[in-house]
């Protein structure tokens, strides 16, 4: 058997996966976010601060060091849980689990100040684009007064607010109180990787049993919110609304619903309809934005400011001829292969496997989720995509647009 799954002696759970003659080993290490974020930016600029040094390494000697042996080392927060990843050849784990333990057990989280204002430079940067811009309007009014609306402009505004003790305090609540799951993927001995990480790890904080029960976003209204942005060429419109999530029977039908509509590049409908037929559209595509407390489907296009209305108005034709109609069993057909495509296509080496493994048991859904959900799209009908249509294209949605 090529993939187990063990505990380690605090309750770490741990999918450790032999992919055998692979060069590179890859190892995903997640905390569960359990507290909502007390101010929006604590827990970004913590994570920004695990590459600052640690009691025993500078900035600059952790960086040599990762450098010299070639180890990849990420920090990211995600909208439900913390990612810690490493990536290295497979001769120097040993080498990269004593890096790895130094940074999760030991950072200074020094550098603060600079860190913060590289950080607020960096946002601003970011939201020259529209297309950013026009995103993060679309997510802040979608989850107001809520973590998973916690946008670049929000985080921003408070930035100046966020203290050293706030970022230690967050550093603490992720080790002290949360769910931690290790995804490793490489060709290593079975027993080495469970001893390994048993004395690296198995004395950290246990991890708790159970995902705590969080406010899910809830939206009871339209809104409609327009920037202008004087020097942009384009406008760039978003439509979405709030539907199941991927622990929720709709998944499967709505990741197809996707892919129909406008997940799959030249062949979907919106851009057959809105690029091809109508030549509204610089771009134009759907999005499943999927989370562990709810999620949203939205439908975006980069268009000429003129064209906003028959864009909107195209939006909801596309809506409805999929509420009314029946997909073709051959288009369903084919957004099951290519769904089925993707899956596969996205977790072709051992840093994306991964990646991927420890998603899924960090939210809830188990290692092995991603082949479950491969069954249940296979069965999925065309009456159930009718069916979903009608339940989520409702009357509640948020449309975001920056126009010049």
């Given amino acids: 058997m090529d993939k187990k799954i063990f505990n380690l002696k605090n309750n770490i759970e741990v999918l450790y996966k032999r992919n055998r003659n692979t060069p590179r080993v890859a190892l995903c290490f997640n905390l569960s976010l359990n507290d909502p974020v007390p101010n929006p930016g604590d827990y970004s600029l913590m994570t920004r601060l695990f590459m600052q040094g640690t009691k025993n390494r500078t900035a600059e000697q952790l960086s040599e060091e990762l450098d010299r042996y070639a180890i990849e080392f990420t920090s990211e927060l995600k909208l439900d849980y913390l990612k810690l990843k490493f990536v290295c050849l497979n001769e120097d784990f040993d080498k990269a689990l004593e890096i790895f333990e130094d940074i999760i057990k030991n950072s200074t989280f020094e550098d603060f100040e600079k860190e913060?204002?590289?950080?607020?430079?960096?946002?601003?940067?970011?939201?020259?684009?529209?297309?950013?811009?026009?995103?993060?309007?679309?997510?802040?009014?979608?989850?107001?007064?809520?973590?998973?609306?916690?946008?670049?402009?929000?985080?921003?505004?408070?930035?100046?607010?966020?203290?050293?003790?706030?970022?230690?305090?967050?550093?603490?609540?992720?080790?002290?109180?949360?769910?931690?799951?290790?995804?490793?993927?490489?060709?290593?001995?079975?027993?080495?990787?469970?001893?390994?990480?048993?004395?690296?790890?198995?004395?950290?904080?246990?991890?708790?049993?159970?995902?705590?029960?969080?406010?899910?976003?809830?939206?009871?209204?339209?809104?409609?919110?327009?920037?202008?942005?004087?020097?942009?060429?384009?406008?760039?419109?978003?439509?979405?609304?709030?539907?199941?999530?991927?622990?929720?029977?709709?998944?499967?039908?709505?990741a197809l619903m996707n892919i129909i509509l406008g997940a799959s590049g030249l062949s979907s409908r919106l851009f057959l309809e809105l690029r091809d037929k109508k030549g509204l559209a610089y771009v134009v595509r759907s999005s499943y934005d999927v989370a562990r407390l709810c999620a949203n489907f939205s439908i975006y296009i980069a268009t000429e400011p003129k064209n906003i209305e028959v864009s909107l108005k195209g939006f909801k034709e596309e809506i409805d001829k999929i509420k009314n109609n029946l997909v073709s069993e051959e288009e369903l057909t084919n957004a099951k292969n290519n769904i089925i495509g993707k899956w596969a296509f996205s977790q072709e080496d051992n840093n994306q496997q991964a990646a991927t493994y420890a998603h899924y048991a960090i939210t809830g859904l188990g290692f092995d989720f991603n082949e479950i959900a491969k069954e249940k799209i296979k069965s999925v009908t065309p009456e159930q995509i009718k069916d979903c249509a009608n339940k989520y294209f409702n009357d509640w949605y948020v449309v975001s647009i920056i126009k010049p």
């Fill in 116 to 254: 913060r204002v590289k950080f607020s430079g960096e946002i601003v940067a970011q939201l020259d684009s529209p297309r950013a811009k026009v995103v993060d309007n679309f997510y802040r009014n979608l989850y107001p007064n809520h973590h998973y609306g916690y946008t670049n402009t929000v985080i921003l505004e408070n930035l100046p607010n966020v203290t050293r003790d706030d970022v230690l305090r967050g550093y603490k609540t992720f080790m002290n109180n949360s769910k931690k799951v290790i995804a490793v993927v490489g060709d290593l001995e079975f027993e080495d990787v469970e001893n390994k990480l048993n004395a690296h790890f198995g004395d950290i904080p246990p991890s708790i049993e159970k995902l705590p029960d969080l406010r899910i976003p809830v939206l009871n209204e339209v809104k409609n919110v327009e920037i202008i942005k004087p020097d942009a060429n384009q406008a760039h419109i978003i439509q979405g609304w709030l539907v199941d999530t991927a622990s929720q029977n709709d998944y499967p039908v709505l």
